[in-house]
């Protein structure tokens, strides 16, 4: 017993070290929007609404099928009706007969079909209209994801070279400390200098330790976003110098009509003026053709006899007017017009918001590009000064606080130059944004 155990955990053990020494996946940003786009319900969810709205247009236009109906009733009467024939017989001129049997079965078939009805074509147009809103309220929601996830993207590979930096900027402070403790053993520099660094490699660590966490932090946000499994190992094959050599706007056109959020509020808006359309077609009857076949039993007794069966059967051509309905057609036709005025200033408003979305991101990307060369420069001056510092100060021309001095300099112009390319990539993927990601799909 003690065997089959020790067995089952090591067969237990060797599975949860196969799981946790999986390959990570590796996921470009493309990919991630992807996958968001599959996996994140909200999506799915918008999906079923638009499906909800195409099955209205088959309920619709069902509404041209007939309808047949069969129905089957027995009634017992235990108790006839009774006629009373006056000016005939005794019992002053009042005589009383019973009408009826005491089994009354009938079996029966009715059949309806729609000829006209108004206001049936502009249901299922009305139906089409709103099923073609609830998929461009799906595309903007899609939209919104790829634009979610890219943030996502982008932020974890900034945090990713921001802890590069991290590191990188710790060995400096390490090389530092190495060239202070050998001029101190030489008697070259105070006490003071070399516990400044030490003090600076130590702050040096923790940046790096907190630069670690915003890393961890940033791929959680990103895995959210694409609703997978938080303990899944990533790895990024995107850059930012990556993405910035490969994502270059060649054209800045924008076209506006094809936003989502525009084409739902047209869709919107047809539908509503749909309806406005059927409710002046409200004076018009239904006319629908009608048939019935009916077989009656009538006899004292339940023996369902064939003799005793005697069918009838009719066709007929019905027409109904709603007269309620007629009371609240301009009430309805009220509330439309104001449903169309909102949507109109609704339209009008999200153009304003886009025109003003366009003309952002445009002056963003412009600003941006600018500001990639200009942090680059700065990078690449930064850099030799730091090493002709450093190689002063190895040599004992100048002092620790004049290294200091350059180590600021090339920090800031790392980040700046790291931020600048964020900066552009995201207003980059916000303009795609703007035209549906078309160029990612």
């Known amino acids: ?250 054209d800045s056109h924008v076209d506006m009509l094809e936003r989502p959020e525009l084409k739902q509020l047209k869709f919107l808006e047809e539908a509503n003026d749909l309806k406005i359309r059927k409710e002046n077609s409200k004076w018009a009857p239904t006319l629908s053709l009608t048939g019935n076949y009916t077989t009656l039993y009538q006899a004292a007794d339940f023996k369902y006899i064939g003799s005793m069966w005697t069918p009838y059967n009719y066709i007929g051509i019905k027409a109904s007017l709603p007269i309620t309905e007629l009371w609240t057609r301009s009430a309805n036709k009220k509330e439309y017009r104001m449903k169309a005025a909102q949507l109109e200033m609704q339209y009008q408003q999200k153009q304003q918001d886009l025109n003003y979305e366009v003309t952002k991101n445009k002056t963003e990307l412009w600003n941006t590009t600018g500001n990639i060369q200009s942090a680059e420069n700065s990078l690449t001056l930064s850099r030799t000064l730091r090493q002709n510092q450093f190689n002063n100060y190895k040599l004992g021309t100048v002092t620790y606080s004049a290294v200091l001095d350059a180590e600021a300099t090339i920090n800031t112009a790392e980040q700046n130059y790291v931020k600048a390319v964020y900066n552009y990539l995201l207003a980059y993927y916000n303009f795609k944004k703007l035209n549906g990601f078309e160029a990612s799909k």
């Open 1 to 250: 017993m003690k065997e089959r155990i020790f067995i089952l955990m090591g067969m237990l053990i060797a599975v949860a070290s196969h799981s946790q020494t999986l390959p990570p996946k590796q996921l470009s940003l493309e990919q991630a929007m992807q996958t968001a786009i599959e996996r994140r319900y909200d999506i799915r969810a918008n999906k079923l609404d638009a499906d909800i709205a195409a099955n209205k247009i088959s309920k619709a236009k069902n509404e041209w099928l007939p309808t047949l109906k069969a129905d089957g009733e027995v009634r017992y009467n235990a108790q006839l009706q009774t006629m009373i024939l006056d000016g005939f017989g005794g019992n002053g001129g009042k005589e009383k007969i019973e009408v009826g049997t005491t089994n009354f079965t009938t079996l029966s078939m009715d059949l309806s079909q729609n000829i006209y009805k108004p206001g049936l074509n502009a249901d299922i147009n009305i139906a089409k209209a709103e099923n073609k809103a609830e998929q461009q309220k799906t595309a903007e929601k899609e939209n919104t994801i790829r634009m979610q996830v890219a943030e996502a993207y982008l932020n974890v590979i900034l945090k990713q070279k921001q802890l590069q930096l991290a590191k990188d900027n710790t060995r400096r402070y390490r090389e530092y400390l190495d060239v202070s403790s050998e001029r101190k053993r030489l008697g070259t520099i105070l006490e003071t200098d070399l516990l400044k660094a030490q003090t600076d490699l130590e702050n040096a660590s923790l940046t790096e330790k907190e630069s670690t966490q915003n890393y961890d932090l940033a791929m959680k946000a990103l895995k959210y976003q694409m609703n997978i499994q938080d303990d899944m190992p990533l790895v990024l094959t995107d850059s930012l110098q990556t993405l910035i050599i490969a994502n270059h706007l060649t």
